[in-house]
């Protein structure tokens, strides 16, 4: 049986964290903890039913799922990467502003008969019918990446877990393409990769999640309109 705790997700680390801090700025609430700023647990001040449980995007959707948190924030990147079953227990209750990035597909920019979707498809045949394999494609986001790929036809393609820096991987023999989150694109350019011509697969931001049950109970709904 859960507890009688709303429990409420929080970003501890990663580019939307300061963001998410700054809502409870905004509302002046105070988050109350033991150990300070690295605790992973916390309290509102004034409101002791309220319980804050730090940990990553990715954690906080999936938690959000298993019904352990009642709501957080993350990115809709993560929340369209999950698995579907994942997905159908959760609301998107609020989209914001900050956090905004694209998931696209980049290829290195010596690759000058590569410029737009068209192309992708053809030289993934290239790849299958002259050199004998398929375009390795590195991501952190395989779910969608594979949907993309697919619904624009193209099938010869393997897709390469990527564990660290995306952007390296054509350059170390990880990869030939990839499929990343940008947000100015200028980390691509650094490292001498160009956007493909019309392949944004998705365009992401912060956003406030709920769990789709925690979400019919009337408190619940009340320290949402507190927060937010």
């Known amino acids: ?42 309290k509102i001040q004034g409101y002791p039913n309220l319980r804050i449980m730090k940990m990553s995007a990715k954690e906080i959707v999936n938690n959000l799922a298993a019904g352990v948190l009642d709501f957080g924030w993350s990115g809709a990147d993560i929340f369209f990467e999950s698995e579907l079953n994942i997905q159908s227990k959760i609301s998107i209750f609020k989209k914001y502003d900050w956090g905004k990035s694209s998931l696209i597909v980049a290829a290195p920019n010596h690759w000058v008969d590569l410029a737009n979707v068209t192309d992708l498809e053809e030289i993934s045949w290239i790849f299958f019918n002259k050199k004998k394999r398929l375009m390795r494609v590195a991501t952190k986001f395989p779910n969608l990446t594979s949907s993309w790929l697919n619904s624009r036809g193209i099938t010869q393609y393997e897709l390469i877990a990527s564990e660290s820096s995306t952007e390296t991987c054509p350059f170390n023999g990880k990869s030939d393409i990839i499929s990343d989150l940008v947000s100015s694109g200028e980390t691509l350019r650094q490292n001498n990769l160009k956007i493909i011509e019309s392949s944004v697969i998705l365009k992401s931001s912060g956003c406030l999640m709920c769990n789709k049950k925690s979400l019919k109970k009337k408190e619940v709904r009340k320290a949402i309109k507190l927060i937010t």
């Open 1 to 42: 049986m859960k507890d009688k705790f709303i429990n409420i997700g929080l970003i501890n680390k990663g580019r939307m964290a300061p963001f998410v801090k700054a809502i409870f700025r905004k509302k002046k609430i105070k988050i109350l903890s033991k150990r300070g700023g690295r605790d992973l647990f916390g």
